[in-house]
């Protein structure tokens, strides 16, 4: 089976490392890859496959519903997977209203337009319409208890607030339409090719330069990490397995204290630059806390382990390698 597959984002962190692992998986697929090319997007991180001939790049926004019409009828879209968003929380706090127009409208333009599409193509049933999102949608945990999909959302910050409006959306458009819909809530990816305003690449970078390592509050927040390789895979699975209407969450099972993920990163770049770890720790900087700053993030991954026998395989010691060797790579162009 070859399908048209429209990837929005793709120049992005997760939209990249995506579209490099589908092309590499299944090779009778076309991608075509819609990206803004906002301040987070990157053709760098296209040229591992940018000169694949099933890869084909469209300078566009989700926004422009003429834009995406022609671009359904010229390519025949048979699918989409939609990773094109407004990523960064503090973003979103200094200033959300590229986040309701990218995460919320442009979601609906979507939308809108896939269900236009595959209903006059009679393909509503078969054509999948794959959405991205996080799991900041269920807002904070304390100490203990985990995410399951039917967790209530509460998002606390602009940038969750958008993600779950989307999810909602689309949620509707499969109750109200019978859209083909997917929705995946994925913990926090690390990886190559993340944009260095995010957590892990700013303190490699600051760290490789010498430079503080800025951490809001006392570091004590708790977060789980996945490697976006494993999250590639999750999606991978959802994407053809996956039941309509429903939500999978994803998450590594790896969850870690915001300062002993900073300390873990200082001892990995000492061990292989050999330089004494203290160095590095006396960089680390204790900053003004985030507003809103949600205390802990963590999901049950029952259902997709259970289901679609998806499990992450990546451990974070020799991953968070493979992340440092890619900034030092990039660092030391
Ligand atoms: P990113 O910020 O690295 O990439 C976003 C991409 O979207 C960029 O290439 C940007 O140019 C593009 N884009 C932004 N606005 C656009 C618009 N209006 N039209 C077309 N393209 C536009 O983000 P990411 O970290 O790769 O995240 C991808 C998706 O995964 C997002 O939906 C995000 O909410 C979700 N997610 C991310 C994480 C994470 O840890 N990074 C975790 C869970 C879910």
Redesign the pocket.
Known sequence: MSRNILI????????SNYINYHLKKYKEDKIIN?????Y???LDNTTEFSKNSNYTFIH????DLNKLNDLFESHQITDVI???????VDNSINGPEAFI???II?THCLLQTAYRHWSKNNSIETSRFHH????EVYGSLDETGLFTEKSQYSPNSPYSAS?ASSDMLVRSYNQTFKLNTVIT?????YGPK??KE?LIPKVIINILNKKPVPIYGKGTNIRDWLYVEDHCEAIYKVFNEGIPGEVYNIGGDNEYKNIDLVLLICEKIAKLKNVDVNEYISLITYVEDRKGHDYRYAVDITKIKSELGWVPKHEIHKSIENTILYYMKQNDR
Not at 34 to 38: E, K, R, S, W
């Open positions: 929005t984002g793709g120049a992005g962190f997760i939209g819609l990206d803004l090319l906002t987070a997007g990157n566009a926004d989700i926004c939609h990773f094109a968003a407004e990523s960064h127009q990218t995460n442009g991205i999102s996080t799991d993600k809530n994925c913990s926090n990816n993340q944009h995010k």
